[in-house]
């Protein structure tokens, strides 16, 4: 078994560092690599259990963080989709000399929803967690159909994640049901007031996964912070708005 993350690099220019989400794997990149690396020297991985680190395991959130920071770039910026948004979060709170800009992209510091917190009903993650014993593949339809709901591409948007999700090898269960118990679990709202980093907050307006309602709330949490919001997209907005994203993540950067 090797203890070494496999990573993928293209392109020349600053470090960019890419992170994909639940149940995703590095495919899902496929299209804004090409583009993101006429500009930058990109980085990406299977987190481990996924794809090309599937052999690869890990127990919490900081096993995650450390496994990713023994590999990275010296200095990059750090870019989390989702539930790979909080973990680019924690990179950034435990190692702020590496991790010079961060963006999160569809991701909230506290997914679940609390008494005065809007996000995921706690019987939508329990039951993905007893479907994921019986039917993965299904498990995995399912949260697809959650990230595009509401979007105009909603269809060509779970087909491109969906061809992304089978590209490669199945996930191992317990990182499956470990990223679903950092879902759950993990709250980093008040962690992230004392972020110094430049930050980036990218959302989608129709994102059922991670409520608009959100954004404000963070805007005056983290008055250092900067967030953009893609009017007509749900919880992948680099694949229904390709070119839109791409231009805000350079402009940040940059």
């Known amino acids: 078994m090797t203890s070494r993350f496999n990573w993928h690099c293209e392109g020349q220019g600053p470090d960019l560092v890419l992170i994909h989400g639940w149940g995703m794997n590095i495919g899902v990149w496929q ?39 023994a590999q990275a770039p010296a200095q990059a910026v750090w ?11 924690q990179a950034a709170l435990v190692a702020p000399q590496r991790v010079t800009q961060l963006i999160t992209v ?20 329990a039951n993905f967690q007893t479907q994921l014993m019986t039917d993965f593949a299904l498990t995995i339809e399912r949260f697809l159909v959650l ?46 007031t004392a972020l ?11 994102d059922a996964l991670v409520p608009i309602k959100t954004e404000p709330l963070l805007n005056v949490l983290y008055p250092q912070s900067q ?8 919880h992948a907005p680099f694949i229904s708005h390709l070119n839109e994203f791409i231009t805000v993540i350079k402009t940040f950067i940059e």
């Open 106 to 125: 569809a991701s909230s510091p506290c997914f679940m929803s609390q008494t005065d917190w809007n996000g995921i009903q706690p019987r939508v993650l």
């Open 31 to 69: 299209d804004v690599i090409p583009q993101l690396s006429q500009h930058y020297c990109v980085h990406w991985c299977d987190l481990p259990g996924y794809g090309d680190n599937a052999m690869l395991a890990a127990t919490s959130l900081n096993d995650i963080v450390d496994m990713l920071l």
């Open 196 to 206: 110094s980093q430049p930050w980036l907050r990218v959302y989608g307006r129709l």
């Open 79 to 89: 870019l989390g989709w989702s539930l790979g948004g909080i973990i680019a979060s």
């Open 147 to 192: 990230q595009a709901l509401g979007c105009q591409t909603a269809k060509e948007d779970i087909r491109q994640l969906k061809a992304a999700v089978l590209s490669r090898s199945q996930p191992h269960l317990a990182a499956l049901t470990l990223g679903l118990e950092l879902l759950e679990t993990v709250d980093l709202r008040q962690s992230l």
């Open 227 to 234: 967030s953009y919001v893609f009017a007509d997209a749900s």
